[in-house]
């Protein structure tokens, strides 16, 4: 994230935040470089996307402050096997015949 101040000295430096959408702390922002960075694992089965608000301040009396929104989609990762519904089937089957036989459980 960047953003411009046109006033010099105190009253353009700016400080960065997140203030708003990250329920979880799970991004972190650099105060002085504006760098969104990911913190803890993100896991798009829990939250598939992000808005979040990011604040721009400066240092001038009064501070004047701007936001402006991110949305982030999260995209999915292959971290999930596939499972049954039960860890046993049990099932009679009566074989009368040589054909080809299918079990339904
Ligand atoms: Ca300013
Ligand atoms: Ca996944």
Same mark, same amino acid.
Request: hydrophobic content about 35%.
């Given at each position: ?36 960075? +990911?913190?803890?694992? $993100? *896991? ?12 721009? #301040?400066? =240092? ?7 936001? +402006?929104?991110?949305? $982030? *989609? ?12 039960? #860890?046993? =089937? ?16």
């Amino acid at each position: 994230m960047v953003a411009h101040d046109l006033d010099s000295g105190e009253n353009g430096r700016i400080r960065y935040s997140v203030t708003n959408g990250d329920r979880q702390s799970q991004f972190g922002i650099d105060p002085v470089t504006g760098y969104l960075a +990911v913190q803890s694992p $993100l *896991d798009r089965e829990m939250i598939s996307s992000y808005v979040l608000e990011i604040q721009a #301040t400066d =240092y001038g009396v009064p501070q004047l402050t701007t936001s +402006v929104n991110v949305n $982030l *989609d999260i995209s999915d990762e292959n971290d999930n096997p596939p499972l049954f519904s039960q #860890t046993n =089937y049990t099932s009679f089957v009566q074989v009368q015949t040589l054909s080809i036989l299918t079990v339904f459980v």
